[in-house]
């Protein structure tokens, strides 16, 4: 588990983060969004003990970051883009943080395949694209089997199957009971993973919870025979209706009951979509509301 | 501890440009050697403070030190360590370059060399950690030695590179000068690891 307690970084009479506080929880996979330098990638240093906070806390298991023993078997991170000595070969970095962590060398090989670079293992990371890059740093992050998975912008440079691969890790990862936080500003990538989402701008929290209830319900659009009639109904039943370019915008309704709606007064139906908010959407009401 | 300096001694060998340059400047010590013995410690001194920076200032340089500092958050132990593997690549650049000056003229001269220069690695390690940028290093170094220890002090000791050429000669005063140069380093070496790590 993750906590940030009202975590306060000040540079100079700049407040990088204020009084930010949100939990990560176990196997859910938690979305850190925000605008490039909102926050994000402070909070995340600090909570991984590369930036010491002002004030508060950031806590991983109950524990700040410099006090974890063998941090490297509680956390696995993936920071910038890809961190790695161009000059190394990925097998003999991951031997390299293997021996640093003290975590054993044994799984180099069976990670390398993992992330599919067993082909590229003994080529200079310095020839490595930068998706190549991202899969080594996710590689490393695993090295000690780690509960809590903390990666900041990780899809960046990956192609669309390294998205896949990446977003069925972390699916996999929190399902098995572990804590994932992830910041990125891919939010059509993000929405399709995250269970969670803290919403971050000029430091703080804007909006912070369960990512189907900050989209809030689903609106219908509706088209059919006779609009009029299907609109009296709807509102009988107590949806609010909208008519938007030939469609009606039904809200309080499910699909079910509106098409049985439609039914029981005999009105053919050409179109009914449920219309779920965005990830992008709630992100940028979010953003303008502030 | 240990960790640590087994996964930078194992940086050292994987990485060319790092086995290169203990190459390298065991090679141009050597050379030295050949020809006179106080020119093999004066380049078996720079060499092994060269060595240290070049491989110390790589975690900067290419942002490693963020993946350093996430495996090791004790950030004193972690500059202990780099202290420590420096140190032992100093002696296996020294021992190594100076064979020469071992078997043909003065065996006490090669033993207080190799004692000697792994206080340069050292030293180097300490310094490339307050400045990060091993450019700094050099550029200052080479200023340094031509302007402050041999302009202004004419080679004189008292002084950081004169004082290891008297080390290595043999001289404790040198000795001891060097060791309290490299101890001046520590506290700000110590404060500069500290440091919080922004963003690239």
Known sequence: ?290 | MIAVIRSELYRGVTIRSSWLALLGFAFLAALMGWFDKNFWSLFAGLGAFGLATIVTAQHYQHRTAILLFLSRPHRWRVLAAQCVSSALAGVVLTALSGLAVLVDSDPGHYVSTVLVSPVMGVFGTLCVTVLRRPLWVFAGLFAWVVFVELLINRGEGGLPFTSFMLAAGGSTSGLLALLGWTAAVIPPAAWAISRDLTGD
């Open chain 1, 1 to 290: 588990m993750i906590e940030i307690k009202e975590l306060t970084k000040t540079y100079g009479r700049v407040d990088a983060v204020r009084d930010v506080t949100f939990t990560a929880e176990p196997g859910r996979v938690t979305g850190l969004l925000g605008l490039n330098g909102s926050g994000k990638s402070t909070t995340l240093r600090i909570l991984l003990g590369l930036t010491r906070a002002t004030r508060g806390a950031a806590l991983i298991n109950g524990t700040p970051y410099r006090r974890l023993s063998r941090p490297l078997t509680h956390v696995g991170a993936v920071m910038e883009q890809g961190l790695s000595h161009p000059g190394q070969s990925g097998y003999a970095h991951l031997v390299s943080q293997s021996l640093l962590g003290g975590v054993g060398r044994d799984r180099v090989g069976a990670l390398l395949e993992y992330v599919g670079l067993e082909d590229a293992a003994t080529k200079r990371t310095g020839d490595y694209s930068l998706g190549m890059r991202q899969r080594l740093a996710v590689a490393t992050a695993l090295l000690g089997e780690p509960n809590v998975l903390v990666l900041d912008e990780p899809a960046n440079g990956l192609d669309p199957p390294g998205m896949a691969w990446l977003r069925e890790l972390l699916r996999a990862h929190a399902d098995n009971g572990g804590t994932v936080l992830i910041s990125s500003h891919l939010l059509a990538e993000l929405e399709q993973v995250v269970d969670d989402v803290i919403i971050i701008g000029q430091g703080r929290i804007l909006a912070n919870g369960p990512l189907a209830e900050l989209s809030g319900t689903s609106t219908l659009r509706v088209r059919g025979a006779d609009h009029h009639l299907l609109a009296a109904v709807y509102e009988k039943a107590g949806a609010s209706v909208v008519p938007e370019n030939g469609s009606l915008i039904v809200s309080g309704l499910t699909p079910e009951e509106a098409g049985h709606l439609a039914l029981d007064v005999q009105v053919a139906i050409y179109h009914l979509v449920a219309e779920t908010r965005h990830l992008e959407d709630v992100f940028m009401r979010v953003a303008e509301g502030r």
